[in-house]
């Protein structure tokens, strides 16, 4: 049960991570940046990214079904 529990603050420690750079504002202007981010697609993700991005979808889906659609 213990290894289970580590399991999971792994998970929401990048779940925290990757909400963090959602948040994060862009900048807007003629000082702001021009080039495109990297995207993150072409990295090979390891499988706890993957499990990760699969708990938010479901939270997501489950937040969008209690509260509704915006």
């Known amino acids: 049960m213990k290894h289970i529990k580590s399991y999971i603050d792994k998970i929401e420690a990048i779940l925290v991570t990757q909400s963090s750079k959602e948040n994060k504002p862009k900048s807007k202007g003629f000082l702001s940046?021009?080039?495109?981010?990297?995207?993150s697609g072409t990295e090979k993700r390891s499988e706890l990214d993957v499990i990760a991005q699969f708990v938010y979808g479901i939270r997501k889906a489950k937040e969008e079904m209690t509260n509704g659609r915006k």
């Not at 940046?33 to 995207?39: G, N, S, T, Y």
Request: net charge neutral.
């Open 33 to 39: 940046l021009r080039m495109p981010e990297k995207d």
